[in-house]
């Protein structure tokens, strides 16, 4: 068995595509991880992760739960799901046992192919990957085959083209043209007229559907009034499609800190046990603007009457430009879902089991939204979800699925 030699220290960095501004030190000793910002980055006054990781000199350190000892803005740097389960295939591809790998270690491989902004070094990542071309059909066969736990010769793309992306969902970070008709890796900077985009896979308990599903999700929260990127449903062999959608932390090549929920409040993901009331707070003290505020209102009233239920604490981010600037991500992973057992993974006022429009409002209400508005915004994600039966048919969503689904919805 090869011996695995475990970094002890790691620089943190921002990088924004300008010169990666050093944030700070992480370090590893005697099974506990501290970190210490740089003086120079205390000065400029940028807080990217004010409650849990407050601007100030000296050490810092955690406890082990939930992050495996990491503060939770770095552990947002981290894979979870599809990309945790290729980094440990990989390892143990090389005769390595994943358990003998720190946290410190995993972003060493991250470095700066990371979603968001934060850089680390050293970059074991593999910098030198090449722009080429994607095939999905094929990128999905790969995916499959890794899931039942065959072709450990496709890992090492497979990684390459998954970044840090969370998720249960097989993805892959691409580039796309702008005329959609050519996909190439899109884990670094990307040529001029390519955009960052990132195409999800089916996992081992999805139907043939699934992307079309969550793509008509997508059309109707965007008609719902909720803020959400470009997206698209590529043809695939077999299925009703690929589902896409292009990435908030780039725009062109400039990147933002993006900063999950869950990171931000050291909320155990797996573990429901935030309120919306917890989202609207965090929302308000973070962006100060009662128009990000009503956005997480919004999203609140979509996943409710959508029976989107797997909406836990990793699925709400926030992003944070150059100038310290926070406002609340575009919406994602918006889909039919349940959540743990049966429930909704974030409560409404309290109430998880069967949330309903009665606790919608009282939420309005404790958010300081007026009347008419928490009226209209119902209204609106109302109208939209009646489109479902047509959408769904005309995108290759099956009869039972489109059936069961309506059944759901509020």
Same mark, same amino acid.
């Given at each position: 068995m090869k011996k695995h030699t475990? !970094?002890?220290? &790691?620089?943190?960095? &921002?990088?924004?595509?300008? /010169? !990666?501004?050093?944030?700070?030190? #992480?370090a590893f000793r005697d099974y506990r991880i501290y970190f210490e910002y740089d003086q120079d980055f205390i000065s400029r006054g940028l807080e990217i992760s004010p409650l849990k990781l407050p601007l100030g000199s000296g050490l810092q350190v955690f406890d082990y739960h939930p992050f495996e000892g990491l503060p939770g803005v770095f552990n947002d740097s981290l894979p979870d799901g599809w990309g945790r389960l290729l980094f440990d295939r990989y390892f143990r591809s090389q005769n390595l046992l994943p358990e003998d790998f720190t946290p410190l270690d995993r972003l060493a491989h991250v470095g700066t192919s990371g979603l968001g902004a934060l850089v680390y070094e050293p970059d074991h990542s593999d910098v030198n990957a090449q722009e080429e071309e994607v095939n999905l059909d094929l990128l999905s066969q790969q995916t499959q085959e890794i899931l039942d736990g065959d072709a450990d010769e496709v890992l090492q793309e497979l990684i390459n083209l998954n970044g840090s992306s969370a998720g249960a969902r097989p993805k892959a970070l691409i580039g796309l043209n702008s005329t959609k008709d050519r996909i190439i890796s899109g884990k670094h900077n990307l040529p001029g007229n390519y955009e960052h985009w990132m195409?999800?896979?089916?996992?081992?308990?999805?139907?043939?559907?699934?992307?079309?599903?969550?793509?008509?999700?997508a059309l109707m929260a965007k008609e719902a009034g909720v803020e959400m990127m470009p997206v698209n449903l590529f043809e695939a062999s077999k299925g009703a499609g690929y589902f896409a959608t292009q990435r908030f932390d780039r725009v062109g090549n400039q990147r933002? =800190?993006? =900063? *999950?929920?869950?990171?931000? &409040?050291?909320? /155990?993901?797996?573990?429901?046990? &935030?309120?919306?009331? /917890?989202?609207?707070? #965090?929302?308000?003290?973070? *962006?100060k603007d009662i128009r990000e505020v009503e956005k997480m209102y919004r999203l609140a009233v979509f996943n409710v009457l959508s029976h989107n239920r797997d909406d836990h604490s990793k699925n709400f981010s926030f992003l944070m430009d150059a100038e310290g600037g926070w406002k609340l991500s575009p919406?994602? /992973? #918006? *889909?039919?879902?349940?959540?743990?057992?049966?429930?909704?993974? *974030?409560?409404?006022?309290g109430e998880g089991q069967s949330p309903t429009v009665e606790h919608l409002m009282k939420l309005g209400k404790e958010a300081n939204l007026k009347r008419d508005k928490i009226d209209n915004v119902i209204h609106q994600t109302k109208h939209a979800l009646n489109q479902w039966e047509v959408l769904a048919a005309n995108h290759g969503v099956t009869k039972a699925n489109i059936k069961l689904i309506k059944s759901r919805m509020l």
């Open positions: 475990s !970094i002890n220290e &790691l620089k943190v960095g &921002l990088d924004f595509n300008k /010169d !990666i501004i050093p944030v700070g030190r #992480l195409v999800k896979f089916a996992n081992s308990t999805d139907g043939v559907d699934a992307g079309a599903i969550e793509y008509v999700y933002f =800190h993006m =900063h *999950t929920a869950s990171g931000l &409040l050291h909320s /155990d993901f797996r573990i429901p046990s &935030l309120d919306y009331e /917890d989202l609207i707070t #965090l929302t308000g003290v973070l *962006t919406a994602y /992973d #918006l *889909t039919f879902s349940s959540g743990p057992r049966g429930q909704q993974s *974030t409560m409404v006022m």
